[in-house]
DNA sequence: ATGGCTGAGCTACTCAGA
């Protein structure tokens, strides 16, 4: 089974890309993030036609998660998380693997900058609530995958110069002492389990030849609970859409689990 | 390297992203 993350800056946007994308690498489930629109305006029909069936939550301008599949997915919820502010951040869903029922958790956290505003509170107060509920979820389910952009630099290596980041809400400690605390719940970063000193990233910025400069950033991320490890095959960042016209600042990371 | 680039909503410009 393959699963794929992508946080793709707009889904109208970059609905070409994207097409253009799952017919090159053929997921059996696409987690999106920030797709930017309402579930009104989503584009179900370009899913459609290529066999995909779309569960959407959406918000208008910002954010945004959803998850594109072609086989089963059952149990949609879009309440994970209680969010105060309104945002819609996390979709939910099972999928049967062999004997397994895995539930697939889509997310997308905060950004959390500036650091000295009520940004960086909300994304604190989120991850702590999140990982309260993950840690819930755990005791009932022991097969879980969290995937999204987690908004976090998770160790030095994750980004081409960490000391611009260490005052960051990326790069904090207390912020990456959350992605920690996740992780010893019971969980592997699938990629950084996989590739223990290797540097790449997901995400470059727009500005001034990021890309070409590979000035990037590990952010997006697949967790998966310890039960599940022995499914793993594979897991791989997937370059190529960023260096496309029109990309999104994130490229793709894919999971494949058997 | 604390600037500059992109998208949404809207139609001039702000907000948000990381």
């Not at 029909?45 to 910002?62: I, L, P, R, T």
């Not at 039960?227 to 494949?256: F, W």
């Amino acid at each position: 089974m393959k699963i794929i993350s992508w946080n793709v800056n707009s889904v109208r946007a970059r609905i070409t890309n994207i097409v253009e994308y799952i017919k090159d690498e053929n997921p059996d489930v696409l987690l999106l993030q920030e797709i930017k629109t309402q579930d009104e305006n989503f584009p179900y029909e370009e899913f459609k036609k290529n066999g995909y069936n779309s569960y959407v939550f959406g918000q208008k301008s910002y954010n945004g998660v959803a998850i594109i599949s072609k086989i089963d997915i059952e149990k949609i919820n879009k309440n994970f998380i209680k969010d105060e502010s309104k945002q819609s951040r996390v979709i939910t869903g099972e999928v049967q693997l062999k004997k397994k029922k895995i539930e697939l958790i889509n997310v997308y956290v905060p950004n959390g900058n500036p650091i000295d505003t009520d940004k960086y509170n909300y994304k604190k107060k989120w991850l702590k609530i999140f990982i309260s509920n993950i840690k819930k979820k755990l005791s009932k389910n022991s097969n879980l995958l969290i995937a999204g952009d987690f908004n976090i630099i998770p160790e030095d290596i994750d980004v081409y110069d960490f000391k611009r980041y260490e005052n960051d809400a990326l790069g904090k400690l207390e912020i990456r002492k959350k992605f920690r605390e996740l992780l010893n719940l019971g969980f592997h970063d699938i990629y950084r389990f996989k590739n223990i000193n290797k540097q790449e990233y997901t995400f470059w910025d727009y500005f001034a030849g990021s890309w070409q400069k590979n000035y990037g950033m590990r952010i997006d991320h697949f967790l998966l609970s310890n039960n599940l490890i022995e499914n793993i095959k594979s897991i791989n960042i997937n370059k190529k859409p960023r260096s496309k016209l029109k990309p999104s600042d994130h490229t793709p990371i894919e999971l494949e689990i058997n």
